[in-house]
């Protein structure tokens, strides 16, 4: 009996300690900056980047039930273009487990900024007893000439970071900045996670290697804060993809008679100057 | 006195100006529509417009095969050419941006 005890609050401790590592929506393709019009691959994958950890299937209920995102479209030159019907299921492998995941292939055409969009059906988080929604963008761009990196995307994605620094033209040790907003009016003191990109992804799933080691759990999820004005600032130590995640940025809400986290999150490019 | 300030401000001035020269890049892209015809759009890296930009598409020996101008949208498009060509955005000098034919894809 005192034996059972002791594995009890063993397990227990264990539960307490594993790390409570941040949840991502990305949006992943290979480069933020392109030359010239090309056919690339998006994938939708709700992850812990930094750790290649646990996958979690999107848009999972509490029963298990999954439901379709809600919107994917990409915006150019001012115009949306709803592509949530080219939107392919795909399970993507993490370094622990599998999960659900969406991915596309569109051509992108025209030269200038292509802001890609994404808002998925709320998250179940049992660990937290939370629903999680990340309404997600990244921003590639074509040949250079900035035209939409600044604008914000307003319907269908209801909180978003609006970027100060072209997010696709960043140098290693350049500042990213950016304003939390929630239907287009800044998110006072918001609270920002910020993860690295840790592990390449080859096809469906993440590379073994890491590219780096944290000392310590602070550093493996950074919590940032905005400003008064909503407005953040993040100097970026290496090369890759940088995922910013304002958490609830959309208020206090609720879903499905529980607490819903709506966070914006956007995705970064930084480049070794070489 | 009133000289020395006059030679900073001369220089601050200098200055100023041969930054202007570096606070645009003329910017061009062409792809190929896959019905015999290629659209080029244009712009400049401070993101204003390249409207009324000379377009010039010229065959492998430099001759000139068609001339126009942007239109209001930033756009160019024309007959893609039977042979190896190249796209020239003009929009004065500095301000060339070359393209070779067999860049511009689909």
Avoid at chain 1, 63 to 79: D, N, R, T, Y
Avoid at chain 1, 211 to 227: Q, S
Avoid at chain 2, 3 to 20: D, V
């Amino acid at each position: 009996m005192k034996k059972m005890m002791f594995v009890i609050i063993g397990l227990a401790v264990l539960a307490l300690s594993v790390p409570a590592y941040a949840h991502f929506q990305m949006i992943y393709t290979p480069d933020a900056a392109l030359t010239k019009s090309a056919k690339i691959n998006l994938k939708m994958v709700f992850t812990h980047p930094f750790e290649a950890g646990h996958t979690m299937d999107i848009g999972k209920d509490e029963k298990g039930s999954i439901h379709p995102p809600l919107a994917f479209g990409e915006m150019h030159k001012g115009k949306k273009k709803d592509l949530l019907d080219m939107l392919r299921p795909i399970t993507f492998a993490s370094l622990t487990n599998s999960g659900k995941a969406y991915e596309t292939s569109v051509r992108l055409k025209g030269m200038g900024d292509h802001i890609f969009y994404f808002v998925p059906a709320p998250y179940y988080e049992g660990s937290e007893d939370i629903y999680i929604q990340h309404c997600t963008k990244v921003i590639l761009n074509i040949a250079g000439a900035p035209t939409d990196w600044d604008t914000p995307v307003g319907d269908p994605l209801p909180v978003e970071i609006i970027p100060l620094d072209k997010p696709y033209a960043l140098w290693v040790g350049n500042v990213f900045r950016g304003i939390v907003t929630c239907k287009g009016k800044p998110v006072s003191n918001a609270e920002i996670e910020v993860e690295y990109l840790n592990h390449d992804v080859e096809g469906n799933s993440f590379a073994k290697e890491a590219k780096a080691e944290a000392p310590n759990d602070a550093l493996v999820t950074m919590t940032i804060k905005a400003d008064v004005n909503g407005v953040f600032t993040f100097g970026i130590p290496r090369a890759g993809w940088w995922g910013f995640a304002a958490l609830g940025a959309g208020g206090d809400l609720k879903h499905n008679g529980k607490e819903l986290s709506r966070d914006a999150v956007i995705w970064v490019q930084a480049v070794d100057m070489k | 006195m009133t000289k020395r300030f006059f030679i900073i401000g001369l220089l601050a001035f200098g200055l100023f100006l041969a930054g202007q020269v570096f606070a645009h890049t003329p910017l061009c892209s062409c792809y190929d529509n896959g019905d015999g015809t290629v659209t080029c759009e244009g712009g400049f890296s401070d993101g204003s417009s390249a409207a009324g930009v000379e377009m010039r598409v010229l065959d492998a020996a430099g001759k000139v095969l068609i001339k126009g101008k942007m239109d209001d949208d930033s756009e160019f498009t024309f007959k893609k050419p039977k042979g190896p060509y190249k796209v020239q955005f003009d929009a004065g000098p500095g301000h060339l941006v070359e393209i070779d034919g067999k860049d511009i894809v689909e």
